[in-house]
């Protein structure tokens, strides 16, 4: 099989907007699956909290 390298690191504010979109649509997909309403109105607001999690230097945060 292709393996590809990967690379564990702490992400930072560059990323907030991607991890955004990523914790949104997992979190759309759950809710819609299972007819509940969405945990987040828009990409942009999942953001505004995952940039909020990320920012305490006393949590430990990964990106891969």
């Not at 992400?11 to 987040?40: M, N, Q, T, W």
Request: charged share 30%; with cysteine; glycine share 10%.
């Amino acid at each position: 099989g292709l393996r590809m390298p990967l690379e564990l690191r702490r992400p930072g504010p560059e990323d907030v907007p991607e991890l955004g979109r990523i914790c949104y649509d997992a979190f759309r997909d759950i809710a819609e699956s299972h007819g509940f309403p969405k945990d987040f109105p828009s990409p942009e607001f999942a953001a505004g909290i995952v940039g909020l999690l990320l920012s305490p230097k006393r949590v430990d945060t990964s990106a891969a």
